[in-house]
T-cell receptor, first 111, second 112 residues
Framework: QKEVEQDPGPLSVPEGAIVSLNCTYS??????FMWYRQYSRKGPELLMY????GNKEDGRFTAQVDKSSKYISLFIRDSQPSDSATYLC???????????FGQGTTLQVKP | SQTIHQWPATLVQPVGSPLSLECTVE??????LYWYRQAAGRGLQLLFY??????ISSEVPQNLSASRPQDRQFILSSKKLLLSDSGFYLC???????????FGSGTRLTVV
C-alpha cells in the first residue's frame, strides 16, 4: 500500500465549477500537508501548506485536513481554464521533512 | 529573496555515460535539500535528501548518488547511466521543515 493515495483522474469540469481534489494517507506520523500545482514540463508550484486539522483558505483555494480520517482535500472555487494542470498532494513528518507525494490529479477546466 | 537554480534544463545522454546535475540555492543558509525524480505521468519519487553539508540520505537504491560539497549546493551524479534513469529530475529546498518546499525548474533527462 502506498503511503499517499491520490486518484490520477483526469478530471474535467466546466469553467466556474467548484473542484474537489482529495488524498488519503496511511502514515499517522505525517504532520505537514501541502498542495502543489504543476503545469506541463514545469516544476511543481506550492499552492498551500498546513500542519493542523481544519480548513485553510487562500483566495479561491481551500485546503482541508482531517487527521482522524487521514484524508486531505483541496477545493478550488470559480475554476478557470488557467487552473488546468496536475495537482499533487504532499506530506511530511519528522525532522528530515521528507516530502512524500501522491500520484497527482490531472484537472482540465473547459471554457 | 530566495531562489533555486537547476541546470541544465534538458539533457540527452547515451547509455553508460556519466551524469552530473547541479542545484544551488541563493538567499538562505543551511537549507534542507532534496532530489526527486518524476517519470512521465507519475508523481514525484524522493531520491536523496540532505540536512547539512556532507550529510546525504538515500531513499531508493540505484546507480545514482548525491553530494553536498557546499551549504547551498546539491549535486546528483551517476557513473554509468541506464535507460531507466530517464525522467524529470527536480531539486527542492526548505528552510523550515513543513513550511513549504520550493522546487527548481527541473532537468529533463533522456537516456538513449
Amino acid at each position: 500500500q502506498k503511503e499517499v493515495e491520490q486518484d490520477p483522474g483526469p478530471l474535467s469540469v466546466p469553467e466556474g465549477a467548484i473542484v474537489s481534489l482529495n488524498c488519503t494517507y496511511s502514515n499517522s506520523a505525517f504532520q505537514y500537508f501541502m498542495w502543489y500545482r504543476q503545469y506541463s514540463r514545469k516544476g511543481p508550484e506550492l499552492l498551500m501548506y498546513t500542519y493542523s486539522s481544519g480548513n485553510k483558505e487562500d483566495g479561491r483555494f481551500t485546503a482541508q485536513v482531517d487527521k482522524s480520517s487521514k484524508y486531505i482535500s483541496l477545493f478550488i472555487r470559480d475554476s478557470q481554464p488557467s487552473d488546468s494542470a496536475t495537482y499533487l498532494c504532499a506530506m511530511a513528518a519528522g525532522n528530515t521533512g521528507k516530502l512524500i507525494f501522491g500520484q497527482g490529479t490531472t484537472l482540465q477546466v473547459k471554457p | 529573496s530566495q531562489t533555486i537554480h537547476q541546470w541544465p534544463a534538458t539533457l540527452v545522454q547515451p547509455v553508460g555515460s556519466p551524469l552530473s546535475l547541479e542545484c544551488t540555492v541563493e538567499g538562505t543558509s543551511n537549507p534542507n535539500l532534496y532530489w526527486y525524480r518524476q517519470a512521465a505521468g507519475r508523481g514525484l519519487q524522493l531520491l536523496f535528501y540532505s540536512v547539512g553539508i556532507g550529510q546525504i540520505s538515500s531513499e531508493v537504491p540505484q546507480n545514482l548518488s548525491a553530494s553536498r560539497p557546499q551549504d547551498r549546493q546539491f549535486i546528483l551524479s551517476s557513473k554509468k547511466l541506464l535507460l531507466s534513469d530517464s525522467g524529470f529530475y527536480l531539486c527542492a529546498w526548505t528552510r523550515v521543515v513543513g513550511y513549504g518546499y520550493t522546487f527548481g525548474s527541473g532537468t529533463r533527462l533522456t537516456v538513449v
